[in-house]
């Protein structure tokens, strides 16, 4: 039996050989049950393929078999094995795959929650996808975009997939081989599926293939053809009305009719071509995804100590309708000479570029190297030319970059050698700190009122890099609703032969060590007690003490970087001659009080007796004056919007607000 038929007998697809399925002889339609899927179907396939293998091969797929889920198999049996038949039978598969999960899409074959596919048909698709990514396979995109949301969504309404352990299985996949088709099309079947659980650990699977694809620069940066003109749009006709796609921050879906503008959808498109108009909403959907992995890949590109040849960055990205909006908002760095960079913010698709004083200049040859500018390589000066230069220029980039955080090592750090206390010592809810370890790609196991649950590390993985990064974290109180934790040390792994083996640091690269630290930083600024301004009234002594000292204390790199916006985007406001900014605090004159705002933590201290004031933000804070920040902080937001309600305190009504002005003074 030919290997499509004998694959397509065990998916239990219809075939000439099998014929097809009865309607309404599943167990929803209140026949007798479908009989279950017997163990192996696909397996018998691969099993059949493996005869003819050599025996090198052989040897890595059983390798392969056996590690798949506790120690991954090295590159080398993977390589072994995409460089065999496996490859031609791994498209096979995965095509008769996706006829299987369009016939239960289309009722030929009973629908069952996550019966799509037994567990050891997962394991063979999931070898198959591996292989196909390993391999950067051409046909494999448009096989996932079609395999990925019929898998996704029931055929009904129900909130089941028809096969959950399969989307899990190509996530994990990607992971292993990241492509930015296959990371897109993973965040396009996020936004679709319905169960409640799934898209929270795509979001996980998802940051992982985003920092793995720093490490796979030659797939890292591709962008598909999805019709887009090379001013950004993609245009179409549809009745008398002109559709229009356009590339910015984001992509968006406006409407014209006669060179005018309209405010929505117009009715006759809703009524006469709904297919159109949902084949555009899906279409903004997918550009959407590949702009988030752009700009993911393209973030963890900023650690890479090399680059790439300009005149490939700019045919792939500078000029490509997707790429430019990102590339024109972030700084770049040309080695015009033998380590010798040069920097600047691109222009006319990178044909020329603009330095921090505004002064435009040309690249070199096509061969020349450029990459990513990072802070923690320049100096002071060039830091705040180029802030200057974004913040005249109203340019928000997609990450920071030039407000980016820097954090150097310190006299004490140098003195300890080996670990850094720089954030040690703080009070963090701890399920709000787990869940920021999940989502920021850090790996850690869950703390808790256990024996071994009340210490433990998070760690992680630079790409690219060879280092990783240690947090220490001590479990100290699960009576609080968020439970609470307490952090440690900072400690640094380099990896080698014989696996990790720590390092002093003042032998991590610098970048390494400013972004380790940068997201401790954030861990600590988000889940501190100190950031909650109601917490003054709560718990024991020591907490209180704490929640005192961190939320009024010196200010972190992150708040630094904060007070850096806020010297250059006040005196452009009309509260302008009522503030005052210090060193750590921004000072406010109302009417009523003289008020002091922490710029790190937001808290609030009134003059002349430092009372605290207890301002609770509203779920959705404005900065106030329609203000252009230069980069996304809700703690940049809270502050400025605290700022404008005090120096108006005239006009506050909230009658705690003012309970607690008017009993102070």
Known sequence: MPLRTLISVHLGEPTPESGSLEPGSGPESGGEPAPETPPGPVVAAEEALTEGLDGATRKSLDVIRARLYNEPPSRDDWERLADSAYAGFARTVLETAVVRAAAIQAGEIPYAADKAFTADEVAVLGRAVRVALLRDETWLPELLDRLLPAVAVAPSAARTLP????????????????????????RAVRGIVRHAGVPKQLDRNLKRIDAALADRTEVAFRLPDLGFGPDGVHRSTVGEYEA?????????????????????VPAAVRRDHPVRLKELRELVKRTRAHLTTLTRALEGALLAESGQSYGRWRAEQAEHPLGRPLTERLIWEVEVAPGEWRAGLPVEGGRRF???????????????????????????????????????????????QAFREIYLLTPAERETRLYSNRFAAHILRYRRLYALFKARGWQAGMLGPWDGGYEGEATRVL???????????????????????????????????????????????????????????????????AADPEWTDRGEDRYRDYWHRAGFGDLSASAEVRRDALARLLPRTRIADRVELGGRFLRVRGSRRTYKIHLGSANILMEPDDAYLCIVPSSRGAAGDGLFLPFEDERLSLILSKAFLLADDAGITDPDILRQIERSG
């Open 244 to 264: 229009r796609i356009t590339v910015g921050e984001d992509a968006t879906l406006t409407w014209h009719r006669d060179g005018n503008d309209l405010r929505g």
């Open 163 to 186: 096969s959950q352990a399969l989307v899990f299985e190509v996530a994990r996949s990607a992971q292993e081989f990241p492509t930015p088709e296959a990371a897109a099309g993973l």
């Open 354 to 400: 603009v330095d921090a004083a505004g002064e435009p200049w040309a690249a070199v040859g096509e061969d020349a190297v450029i990459r990513l500018w990072h802070p923690v390589r320049a100096m002071p000066g060039e830091i705040r030319a180029w802030r200057d230069q974004l913040t005249e220029r109203h340019l928000r980039q997609p990450f920071k």
């Open 463 to 529: 790409p690219g890099r060879g280092w990783r990064g240690r947090l220490f974290v001590e479990y100290v109180d699960p009576a609080w609703q968020d439970e609470l934790a307490s952090t440690d040390q900072v400690r640094f792994e380099r990896r080698t032969d014989d696996g990790w083996r720590e390092a002093a640091l003042e032998e991590v690269p610098p970048a390494v060590f400013s972004e380790v630290m940068r997201d401790v930083d954030l861990f600590v600024g988000v889940t501190s007690i």
